[in-house]
């Protein structure tokens, strides 16, 4: 019987006829909502998901009786129930490693572009308002030489960390993380709780997967003890950050900038604040998202789901522990 793959988000030609050749497939690569009924179609004849951006619930899970695993095209797996997964034998994979230097790179630029109000500097040119030297009003703060505040110290926390460190010459601590003696060695890094954290470091990054234990992690709270100055930078999840707080923040002073590629809710709604503060560099969930990158991850998501619903173990699995556990 020949499998069939829903593909829910875009992926290369080549990809394409790739799983093509054994699999029977549906694609629809610009699915936006999940009551869609092409998609719920797919989804009741589905033995395997490839996608990305979609939330999976047990809901949806009800309808698709035949489905054996899902390669999501993601390193984060906050978007599916984990626990009802494996309750269900279907094994989830996801995309580490692959999205690691590209994604701290983004961290990278949005440290850069706060604290050097890059967009809303270049913002002037275009507009035709520089018109004379730039003075004090315009002066950004340095990166170079800085304590830099890693909230999280996994594969992207340590790869924005070593280029603070090896690249800028930054003090580099971090918190919401084992102990690393490694990178301690190799980047001078340090480990600090939390709250010692906030109020050491001039750059705050937050890189911590989307949990319970992480949800609204930096808050109003955590805001006010940061340093006066500070800039806050996340790629991680929205969700780890009460937005709300942030906002106040930014609006009242407590926090000097923020740069963000992840909001509450994605696309940013209409009426949201941020796209308008001048101390905020807001970016459309990028942290992947280049060519060779997002190539890599949907090659990394098939390997995947050929692996799995031939019965081997993938690449990259999330609950293959758990599912063998059962
Ligand atoms: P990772 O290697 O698993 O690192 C996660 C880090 O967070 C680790 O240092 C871990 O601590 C720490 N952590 C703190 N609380 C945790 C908890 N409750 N559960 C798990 N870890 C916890 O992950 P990664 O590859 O660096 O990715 C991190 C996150 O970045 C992803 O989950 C995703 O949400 C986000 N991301 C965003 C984009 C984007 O487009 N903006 C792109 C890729 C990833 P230990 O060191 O003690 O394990």
């Not at 698709?64 to 599916?80: C, F, K, M, R, W």
């Not at 926390?157 to 993380?177: D, E, N, Q, S």
Request: hydrophobic fraction near 45%; glycine fraction near 8%.
């Amino acid at each position: 019987m020949t499998r069939r793959i829903l593909v829910f988000r875009e992926i290369s030609a080549d990809q394409l006829d790739s799983l093509r050749a054994d699999f029977e497939v549906d694609y629809l690569p610009h699915v936006t909502d999940a009551d869609d009924p092409a998609f719920m179609d797919a989804l009741s004849r589905a033995h395997g998901l490839v996608g990305a951006s979609l939330k999976i619930t047990p809901a949806l899970l009800d309808q698709a009786p035949q489905l054996e695993a899902i390669a999501s095209i993601s390193v984060g797996y906050d978007n599916y129930p984990v626990d009802e997964l494996t309750r269900r034998g279907i094994l989830l994979c996801n995309t580490p490693d692959v999205l690691t230097e590209t994604t701290a790179d983004t961290g990278f630029l949005l440290i850069m572009s706060t604290a050097r109000r890059a967009i809303e500097l270049a913002e002037l040119i275009k507009q035709g308002k520089w018109t004379e030297s730039i003075g004090k009003s315009h002066f950004g703060t340095d990166v170079h030489g800085k304590t830099l505040g890693m909230v999280g110290m996994g594969r992207i926390g340590a790869a924005i960390a070593r280029r603070g460190a090896l690249g800028f010459g930054m003090k580099i601590l971090y918190a919401k993380a084992s102990p690393k003696p490694a990178l301690d060695a190799e980047l001078g890094a340090q480990h600090r709780e939390l709250d010692q954290l906030l109020e050491e470091a001039d750059i705050v990054c937050v890189t911590v997967p989307l949990t319970e234990e992480t949800e609204k992690l930096i808050g109003a709270a955590e805001f006010a003890r940061m340093k006066a100055g500070a800039i806050f930078v996340n790629v991680a999840r929205g969700k780890v950050v009460d937005e709300a707080a942030m906002i106040a923040a930014l609006k009242d002073g407590t926090l000097h900038a923020a740069g963000l590629d992840v909001f509450e809710k994605e696309p940013l709604p209409a009426d949201s604040p941020l796209p308008h503060m001048a101390n905020v560099v807001a970016l459309p969930h990028i942290g992947s998202a280049t060519h060779e990158t997002r190539t890599a991850m949907a090659q990394r998501a098939i390997d995947n789901i050929r692996l799995a619903l031939s019965g081997q173990r993938p690449l990259s699995p999330v609950n293959a522990d758990d599912l063998n556990d059962g």
